[in-house]
């Protein structure tokens, strides 16, 4: 449906509710059938269905009747628009069918349009109809036109009125439900009207009213009675709008609140003569307004709304003291005028986008001195403006930032420890630690930094520098190069290692760049231009190891408390590692030697070559119990031993000498096989009370004159809970000589049986006893090892047996070992074969 035949509908729909039985439609009707002759008259409003509004004669439909148009000769008119005449409707076949035709109500018709003159659009018929046929004429036609007329405007009247009476209703219920009451003052005659409702607001009966001016004042609150006399006043003499709130006194002692809004009305002369206006009850908003105020009032946060203008219209105490400034400062201004840092900050912003959004807001913002806090906003949009609630959170917020500045605090002395710690137990010396310390510090506690160490001959080095520019980085080091032999007595490095303390040093251009001299250290020092300096001596144990120089540039701040603590815990670690560092390599020499000096050469037999080697473990500061043995008895057997005491101290170094020569002494005076020499050895650890556990592993190899005839020699061999040994044979095969369980270790059970195997070697094989630590590891179960090793001793069968030695250490463990490592290799050849010439036993150092 197309909005014009909306409005027509809703339009017939108005005229055909207020238009029925209307008495004017009535006698219009009535008029119609008696200047026309006709025996009946009708006037219906025609929409969605066609109603009869009234009538005249016996063949008219009751009032208030209801056809669809479709079926009647009304409906017809209606839809063209223009009058139908129709003399004899029974002939026309258009016609015929139609209910008033068939049954001879309507044989003949004449009815014209009804149009509204407002809109201009059709909302009825007005027709006269006979049973019988007829001729109408134009005549007949044009009086009909002429009545259409007033029908129509009686039609529009009566909607009109009802209209008025409906929306009359509905003005009077929006009143009462209101509480609107008016008043109606004559400024002639000084007669006051108030109706029912704005005589209870004041408080009067309708007999206690007095009807003038002083019943209002009378009842006024002598508060605002002033007030509001002075503003009916300038209503009246300006002819304007008189709106006031205030209170009403009832003469029980009960007030109310009152908004009143009237206007004074001119006469031709312009002078006042009337005052029209009502009043409505505020006291519940007040009362609410007053709860809210006292809410905000006690509430713990600030509060301030602003108006559409960006004035001030409220602030609670809070706020007042938050803001540094009192109510009668705030109310009415501006904020941006009051605050000016405001403008262009985050608070700018986010008030802005709230009220062009209509949608609230929250945000933490800092406002510079004189207020220097940090608050927490949260802001509400309203049609009045805007409304926010804030906190101040700078003491929150300076938790915060201690806590976030202690975490990184601590996880810089964390990554400094690690750092300390990788970079020394890679053995990269002081030096590569320091220059480790530096990468971790820079650019956490400043831009660039250079730290020394005091040398061997107890003058300061520079030995490591770095800067947070890598194209810096060659000044940086050019600087720490040159700058000790240019610094002065007087330079803060110098005071730093007098005291021990942090050296602050606000200007370094002043303190230290200009006494440089001309040359490479005044050039890299401006070149660099460090603002700001710290520096402090690395102290450990009451000695001086070291320094740190650190730098800022000008674009960052002094080092302030906080940061120069933590530079005192990074350099308090790094002393420490450094000092702790030192003492293990002096312990790391110091266990080297005596486990040198436990370790003798072994001997060289003519049917053999004996090759030795020990590798420290990496934990080299821990004294070994890993111990190897060569040596000849009187019958002129060779005797190789290997063992591993448990335990990596020096009681485990202590027990390992002993074993050691127990074993040598029992072996070379009972001149017995391997099996004999580890129970004797068993029953001594008992007897002597050595208080060790021990794995070992004693091999002899004899030669008869026949085995040397047939270029044989036999290897006799007992284990006690010792890894397997290992035959390479002279074709590349390597043979694991082991048991199917292992007799056990030592010191654990004096009777214990001990077994011994006899294996038959061509001349041209090696033997290879080892320890645990070769061959197992925590990255390396034992059974893997030995497999591993066994593959890589075929591998190297054709090495001069050091080479092979050699290489079987550095293959199997590239990057040392977690346990010492001991290694016997005893290869086998013809007795005239040449000796190789004399060696001593051999330390292999650690692998770097």
């Known amino acids: 449906m197309s909005p014009l035949d909306a409005e027509r509908l809703a339009a017939a729909r108005r005229v055909a509710a207020s238009a029925v039985g209307s008495p004017g439609l009535q006698r219009l009707a009535e008029l119609a059938a008696r200047l026309l002759g006709a025996p009946s008259a009708g006037i219906a409003v025609v929409g969605e269905v066609q109603t009869m509004a009234g009538g005249s004669g016996p063949q008219v439909w009751t009032v208030g009747s209801e056809l669809p148009p479709a079926d009647t000769l009304s409906g017809l008119v209606a839809t063209a628009g223009v009058p139908l005449v129709v003399p004899d409707g029974r002939e026309d076949p258009r016609l015929a069918d139609l209910p008033a035709v068939r049954s001879g109500t309507a044989v003949a018709y004449l009815g014209v349009p009804l149009t509204d003159p407002v809109h201009h659009h059709v909302v009825g018929v007005l027709a006269v ?71 209870e607001l004041f408080g009067y009966d309708r007999e206690d009213f007095a009807g003038d001016f002083a019943a209002f004042t009378d009842r006024l609150h002598p508060e605002d009675a002033d007030r509001v006399q002075e503003a009916v006043q300038t209503a009246i003499d300006d002819c304007g709008v008189f709106e006031a709130e205030y209170r009403v006194q009832h003469p ?64 609670n105490v809070e706020a007042e003291r938050l803001l540094g400034l009192g109510r009668d400062e705030l109310l009415g201004g501006v904020i941006w005028e ?41 802001a509400w949009p309203s049609p009045e403006g805007l409304s926010v609630y804030f906190l101040d959170v700078s003491e929150r917020r300076r938790r915060e930032e201690q806590a976030r500045r202690d975490a990184q605090r601590l996880a810089l002395i964390a990554r400094v420890s690690d750092t300390l710690s990788a970079a020394l137990v890679d053995r990269r010396g002081g030096s590569g630690a320091l220059q480790e310390l530096l990468h971790a510090v820079v650019p956490e506690l400043a831009d660039w930094a250079i730290a020394s160490l005091v040398g061997a001959d107890g003058r300061l080095h520079d030995v490591a520098s770095w800067h947070a520019d890598p194209e810096l980085r060659p000044v940086a080091a050019e600087y720490a190069r040159v700058r000790l032999g240019a610094l002065n007595s007087t330079a803060p ?38 603002a700001t300096a710290v520096a402090i001596a690395l102290v450990a144990r009451g000695r001086v190891l070291g320094a740190m120089s650190l730098y800022r540039g000008p674009g960052r701040e002094l080092m302030d408390a906080a940061d120069r603590a933590t530079l005192r815990d990074v350099a308090d670690r790094a002393a420490l590692a450094l000092d702790s560092a030192a003492l293990h390599e002096l312990e790391r020499r110091m266990a080297e030697e005596l486990q040198r000096s436990l370790l003798t050469a072994p ?27 060569a040596f000849l008895q009187p019958g002129g057997a060779t005797v190789v031993a290997i063992g591993d005491v448990v335990g990596h101290d020096t009681v485990a170094a202590a027990a390992m000498g002993q074993l050691r020569s127990l074993l040598r002494g029992i072996a070379y005076s009972s001149r ?21 556990l021990a794995t070992a592993a004693v091999a002899r190899l004899e030669q008869e004159p026949v085995d040397r005839a047939r270029g044989e020699v036999r290897l006799r061999w007992s284990s006690a809970g010792h890894p397997p040994l290992l035959v390479l044979l002279p074709d590349s095969r390597v043979e694991v000589l082991a048991t199917a369980r292992a007799d056990l270790m030592l010191g654990v059970d004096p009777l214990a049986v001990r077994r011994e195997q006899v294996a038959v070697l061509p001349v041209g094989s090696t033997v290879l006893l080892y320890t645990d ?28 047996l050091d080479e092979l030695c050699d290489q079987v250490l550095v293959r ?17 050849h013809p007795e005239d074969r040449p000796r190789p010439a004399e060696a001593g036993p051999q330390v292999t150092p650690r692998t770097p």
């Not at 134009?138 to 008025?164: K, N």
């Not at 591993?788 to 054709?798: C, K, Q, S």
């Open 812 to 828: 199997m463990r590239p990057h040392g070992s977690e346990d010492d490592v001991a290694l016997v290799a005893v290869r086998l």
């Open 252 to 315: 029980g002692g009960a007030v109310r609140w009152v908004h009143a809004r009237g206007r004074a009305l001119p006469d031709e002369r312009g002078v006042a003569v009337r005052l029209l206006g009502a009043g409505y009850d505020t006291t519940e908003q007040r009362l609410a307004d007053a709860r809210v105020a006292r809410v905000l009032e006690s509430m713990p946060a600030a509060f301030f709304s602003l108006g559409r203008d960006w004035t001030f219209t409220h602030a």
């Open 493 to 530: 490095i110098v005071d730093a290692l007098a005291t021990g303390e942090v050296t602050v040093v606000p200007d370094v251009r002043a303190a230290v760049g200009a006494s440089l001299p001309p040359g490479p250290a005044r050039d890299a020092h401006r070149q660099l231009d460090p």
């Open 773 to 800: 630590g070769l061959v197992e590891g925590p990255d390396l179960p034992l059974d893997d090892g030995v497999a591993r090793l066994t593959a890589l001793l075929a591998e190297l069968g054709g090495l001069e």
């Open 338 to 378: 009051l605050f000016p840092a405001a403008v262009g900050s985050d608070f700018d912003r986010h008030y802005r986008r709230a009220v062009d959004s209509g949608l609230p807001t929250a945000f933490e913002a800092y406002y510079p001195p004189p207020l220097d806090s940090w608050y927490e906003v949260r």
């Open 672 to 692: 017995g096989g391997p099996a004999a020499v580890l129970a004797d050895l068993d029953r001594a650890i008992e007897g002597l009370q050595v208080h060790t």
């Open 603 to 629: 001997p060289e037999p003519d049917h053999s070559q004996i090759a030795v080697r020990y590798v420290p473990a990496v934990q080299a500061a821990q004294v070994g119990g890993d111990w190897y043995d």
């Open 129 to 199: 109809f006979d049973p019988s046929p007829r001729a109408w004429t134009e005549a007949d036609v044009a009086l009909l036109s002429q009545l259409a007329a007033p029908a129509a405007s009686e039609l529009e009247l009566a909607a009109l009125t009802a209209e008025f009476e409906v929306s009359r209703l509905r003005w009077g219920l929006a009143i009462d439900a209101a509480g609107i009451g008016s008043f109606d003052w004559d400024l002639v005659t000084g007669r006051l009207s108030w109706d029912d409702r704005l005589l």
